[in-house]
């Protein structure tokens, strides 16, 4: 490249079309290790085209700040807020997805699970684009829907379906380990040995062994099943098309399960309860949203994470989920690198 020595502007350096500051790659093979990257990991990439993992990285890291810049938010409507876990000792990441009929992707990543995190979102997306906000989906963490009915109180709060019974079934398995401790400590047969999946699993996806177990328990009077049948009772809830005669259902199976004596249940009866106004939110978005769609995103970030073995630096799993799941635009060239 030919340098100018400029008497105003002093030594200039010859701009090169074909590539962008120092970086020593084409803008071109940029993106094509970038667009590759999606689909391999990054290691492989490198050794399948036989470059560096640092190459691969700053290729990706510019195809994801290229595309976070020329991003369009006018069209976010809904949005689903959840974490997953980025390592050992209780490390999150909050992950805030557009969850719109015609646009599901990521729009943010956070660092940690705190209530200061979520604000950040609120701060960086703006009022303007808060103000057209109309469904947000979350999980019952309180400082969540404490900071969402603060910043978004407008905007209609739905909870989402697979963590209410991510907490049934938590509280079916601790009654199982526990009854089956006490059957094992009174020297009686031990019945509930392998049935924890015949339990947690719903009985159109058990295999025929795990359905032949099921029809074992159920003919026996122990707390474990009488905790299975409210959880399967609960699952009509879902079925009602409106909120009035789900939310008649949805106190009598708190009755029912209060007059229990079964005290991980009751708890989750307590927490519906508390619960109820936006459990009812639900059937206000049927048929017009798919809340469902955060826990799918929440599972290919998860496999992101695991096909890189993890990462140890927050700054490089933020720019993999971005590119990953950000469905981020892409520039136009007049010829392809083949």
């Not at 009654?175 to 031990?190: H, Y």
């Not at 098309?241 to 991980?264: I, N």
Request: with cysteine.
């Amino acid at each position: 490249m030919r340098r100018v020595n400029c008497p105003g502007c002093g030594i200039k350096v010859e701009q090169v079309p074909r590539a962008q500051g120092k970086n020593h790659l084409t803008t071109t093979y940029s993106w094509f290790l970038a667009r590759w990257a999606r689909l391999l990991c990054w290691k492989q990439v490198s050794e399948v085209f036989n470059t560096s993992w640092d190459n691969v990285w700053r290729s990706v890291k510019m195809a994801v700040a290229w595309g976070l810049e020329q991003r369009d938010f006018e069209t976010v409507t809904a949005i689903g807020i959840d974490e997953i876990s980025r390592k050992r000792g209780h490390k999150y990441v909050t992950l805030v997805y557009q969850i719109d009929a015609g646009c599901r992707r990521l729009l943010w990543v956070g660092k940690e699970r705190t209530a200061k995190t979520l604000r950040q979102f609120f701060t960086e997306f703006g009022p303007q684009r808060t103000a057209r906000l109309c469904f947000i989906c979350s999980d019952m963490w309180k400082p969540y829907l404490r900071i969402i009915a603060q910043e978004a109180g407008h905007a209609l709060n739905i909870l989402d379906r697979f963590h209410i019974m991510t907490h049934v079934n938590k509280a079916i398995d601790k009654i199982r380990a526990n009854e089956a401790r006490a059957l094992k400590a009174d020297g009686q047969e031990p019945i509930l040995t392998g049935s924890r999946w015949c339990l947690l699993k719903r009985p159109e996806n058990l295999t025929t062994n795990q359905t032949v177990k099921l029809k074992e328990l159920l003919g026996l009077n122990l707390k474990t099943v009488r905790a299975y049948l409210l959880k399967e009772d609960l699952q009509r809830f879902w079925n009602y098309q409106t909120a009035g005669w789900a939310g008649r259902f949805l106190d009598q199976w708190c009755q029912r399960t209060m007059r229990s004596r079964l005290e991980p249940m009751k708890k989750v009866a307590l927490m519906l309860r508390s619960h109820r106004p936006l459990l009812l939110n639900w059937f206000k978005v049927r048929g017009r949203l798919a809340p469902g769609a955060v826990e799918g995103f929440n599972n290919k970030a998860k496999l992101t994470s695991r096909k890189a073995y993890g990462y140890r630096s927050f700054d490089v799993l933020k720019i993999s989920l971005y590119h990953t799941l950000g469905d981020l635009p892409k520039p136009k060239f007049t010829h392809k690198f083949c």
